[in-house]
């Protein structure tokens, strides 16, 4: 069985009949989950975005998104074991992508061609290996979950294509149940109509198809902003910061989820000022919050329901020399950002936060209070409920926020603290005090501490996620 590339540099693989059939027989029966990857490399990289972003800042942002999807694949297969991984690259080498990606992924180049042809290869080569059903799909929406990936393989047990469209009339995500090459041929790749096409050759050739759910990918400047009339500020990441004069002073990030009843207030208190600009990233609300935002004139990104990764989001397209994450439930207090600058200009001081003020009245939030307010100080530990602020290279440098579904500012103020002081300003933010009136003092009290405990022992954020009720 030999690989051999045609003259119109479309990859075909060549078999003889009776060896094919030989090897088809001892099918592993595995499915496989196949992402279509590029090397991270500035200029090459998310090229539409360069306007926006610098090259650095493109392919920073292809980063972020490919590890995203990497790490969706993951977890995915965590759940379904009998589901393999493979990276399907172009440009850089294994060496790099497994320095990037992790040694533990299987990978392969991508031949030359268009992308149809680069496609039909990866399926012919997964089928040829005894492949049960498998799923290609690209790096470019941050909102793929375990969920889509189930819904797409179970479709297949009842249908022979499956379809995940984009709203730009491309699709993020296409599986088979067995090779179906006449799918790739006379596709305008890169076109609206990729999607609708592809259907209508399905359809043509009698084969069954279903969709799951259509998502937004991440392409163009535009997709990275819901609200219109807001351009994205420059952010080469690969060369000196601008002088304030020419770029807003500090970010504010504010990750959502049906905060309908907070995120008014939350705005206000950081509105008005010439050199702050504010990046709400929504996951996925369902009441009023985006239209709450949208009517306070700032920028509106959506994300995955997980607030660090709606954070990372946000910080990608953050023009400020500083950022400020802020719960949408917290507000701050008079004068915060003049506390932000000299707590920053501090010698040795990497980031910050504001001391805890809890709103409400009971003498038992005074006591979380000053445990919390000592903590800080103490031992440089705020936690996300207490404003962090960063400055911008410092919060890239580190590697920004782990993706996991909690104990993410825990995480942070680790990593910060051996890179320099955490330094907490005199004046306090006030945020709810739901999360102790839902479970009683005592009881969040204790689980907080429980979790802290356990994560420090090695115990995997999705238990204490699930613990947690997160």
């Given amino acids: 069985m030999t690989y051999n590339r045609s003259t119109d540099n479309t990859p075909k693989i060549a078999a003889d009949h009776g060896a094919l059939e030989s090897f088809l027989s001892k099918k592993s029966n595995k499915d496989i989950i196949i992402i279509f990857c590029r090397h991270p490399e500035p200029g090459k990289t998310k090229t539409r975005l360069i306007p926006a972003l610098g090259p650095q800042g493109a392919a920073d942002y292809h980063r972020f998104l490919s590890e995203l999807t990497v790490s969706c694949v993951r977890d995915f297969v965590k759940l379904h074991p009998r589901t393999a991984i493979e990276i399907c690259y172009t440009g850089g080498n294994e060496a790099f992508m497994q320095d990037w990606l992790g040694a533990d992924l299987l990978y392969v180049e991508q031949p030359l061609g268009d992308l149809g042809s680069r496609m039909q290869f990866s399926f012919d080569r997964a089928f040829l290996k005894g492949a049960r059903h498998v799923v290609i799909c690209g790096t470019d929406v941050p909102t793929l979950s375990v969920n889509l990936l189930e819904d797409a393989f179970k479709k297949l047990e009842s249908h022979d294509i499956v379809l995940g469209p984009s709203e730009d009339g491309g699709y993020y995500l296409i599986g088979f149940n067995r090779p179906f090459n006449i799918l790739f041929q006379g596709i305008a790749w890169g076109t609206h109509t990729v999607a609708q096409d592809t259907l209508r050759l399905a359809r043509q050739h009698h084969l069954s198809c279903d969709l799951i759910k259509r998502l937004k990918d991440v ?126 200009q501090r010698p040795g001081v990497v980031a910050g936060a504001f001391r805890l003020r809890i709103d409400c009245s009971r003498w038992s939030m005074r006591l979380i209070e000053v445990l919390a307010n000592f903590r800080s100080r103490r031992l440089g530990m705020p936690y996300g409920d207490q404003a962090i602020f960063i400055k911008a290279d410092i919060f890239r440098a580190v590697g920004m926020f782990v993706n996991q579904s909690i104990m993410e500012d825990f995480e942070l103020m680790r990593r910060l603290s051996k890179r320099g002081k955490i330094g907490i300003a005199p004046a306090a933010v006030l945020t709810s005090a739901r999360r102790w009136e839902k479970r009683g003092i005592c009881a969040t009290t204790a689980i907080n501490q429980v979790i802290i405990v356990a994560y420090l022992l090695g115990i995997c954020p999705k238990l204490l996620a699930r613990f947690y009720g997160r």
């Fill in 219 to 344: 392409d163009r400047p535009e997709d990275l902003i819901i609200h219109e009339g807001h351009p994205i500020p420059t952010a080469d990441f690969s060369e000196p910061r601008p002088t304030r004069s020419s770029l807003k002073s500090i970010s504010v990030i504010i990750p959502t989820l049906n905060e309908e009843s907070n995120i008014a207030d939350t705005l206000a208190s950081v509105m008005g000022f010439d050199n702050v600009e504010i990046i709400v990233v929504d996951g996925g609300s369902t009441d009023g919050t985006i239209d709450i935002a949208r009517d306070h004139n700032v920028k509106v990104m959506s994300g995955p329901q997980r607030r660090a990764v709606q954070m990372n989001l946000g910080s990608m397209v953050a023009g400020g020399e500083f950022i400020v994450f802020l719960h949408a439930d917290t507000v701050m207090p008079e004068g915060w950002i003049d506390h932000v600058y000299r707590e920053l």
